[in-house]
């Protein structure tokens, strides 16, 4: 498990981060309904190159979670641009995953950050986006975040368990349900997906170009929640590469494949 023993207070909201490693800045961006968890099998692969910078998004995992909280995209990229002056970086290097990749994107053309490279992979990012599930949720959330406790873990395991094309082992499953248990944790999740909305996306699909860094596109062949055909077209918009498909994996390459990932970072890292 990573630590995350530092609290930052930004937008009203408190903010758990960790970091490791020496080296040349690296900040990881987790996705929904994830945590920074979803890098403990990847930075341990990076630490001997990179600091590795990692929190929790505003009202996911030890984050704070609080009823009437913001935690939609739209606040999702400040948080992240304030944390760079926290850390008082400029230009690392970032590796972003689905949420995790809007909010990068968000960040870079709404809010001007840079980065050093940018490693991207099955991101939110191109309209339309959002399962059934989540269309459901937003019509009846407070329905969902009454249900009893049995009923909300069995959805809650079966809906982590489509973001993998593999079975997810046991002690993953733990990790990723432990934020959403509880009285503060089951109405967070159904929160986070009711403020699940394609506009925050839409804001700046329009302005993709070719970013000002490297960038390296991967993408899970077999990903359920956002299929291949998105990454190619995410690709073609933001990198001059081709769009980098990822065998036997789904939308959660951390648990599939985590040696793709490595793999792709440290081969942007002996490029820049």
Not at 3 to 9: A, G, M
Not at 242 to 250: F, R, V
Request: charged letters at 20%; glycine letters at 8%.
């Amino acid at each position: 498990m990573l630590d995350l023993p530092n609290t930052t207070i930004i937008e009203g909201n408190a903010v758990r981060w960790g970091k490791a490693g020496g080296g040349p800045p690296l900040v990881a961006i987790h996705g929904t309904p994830f945590s920074s968890q979803v890098w403990r099998r990847i930075v341990p692969q990076l630490e001997d190159r990179r600091t590795i910078y990692y929190f929790d998004l505003v009202g996911y995992g030890l984050s704070e979670m609080r009823d009437g909280q913001d935690v939609s995209l739209a606040v999702q990229n400040k948080v992240l641009a304030a944390l760079f002056a926290e850390w008082g970086l400029e230009r690392p290097d970032v590796l972003a995953h689905d949420f995790g990749g809007a909010t990068a994107l968000r960040a870079y053309y709404l809010n001007g950050l840079r980065y050093g490279s940018l490693t991207i992979f099955d991101a939110v990012a191109l309209a339309p986006w959002g399962s059934p599930l989540v269309q459901h949720v937003r019509k009846y959330e407070p329905a969902f975040s009454g249900m009893p406790d049995y009923m909300h873990r069995a959805l809650l395991r079966a809906y982590l368990q489509t973001a993998a094309h593999n079975p997810l082992p046991e002690q993953a499953m733990d990790i990723y349900c432990a934020p959403w248990l509880g009285p503060v944790g089951q109405p967070a999740f159904y929160r986070q997906i009711g403020q699940m909305d394609q506009k925050y996306t839409d804001e700046v699909e329009g302005r993709y170009e070719r970013m000002e860094c490297p960038v390296t596109v991967l993408w899970g062949q077999n990903d359920e929640w956002i299929p291949y055909e998105k990454g190619v077209a995410l690709a073609a918009s933001i990198s001059d590469g081709a769009c980098i498909p990822i065998s036997d994996s789904g939308h959660l390459v951390q648990e599939d494949r985590p040696e793709a990932i490595v793999a792709a970072v440290l081969k942007q890292f002996s490029q820049s």
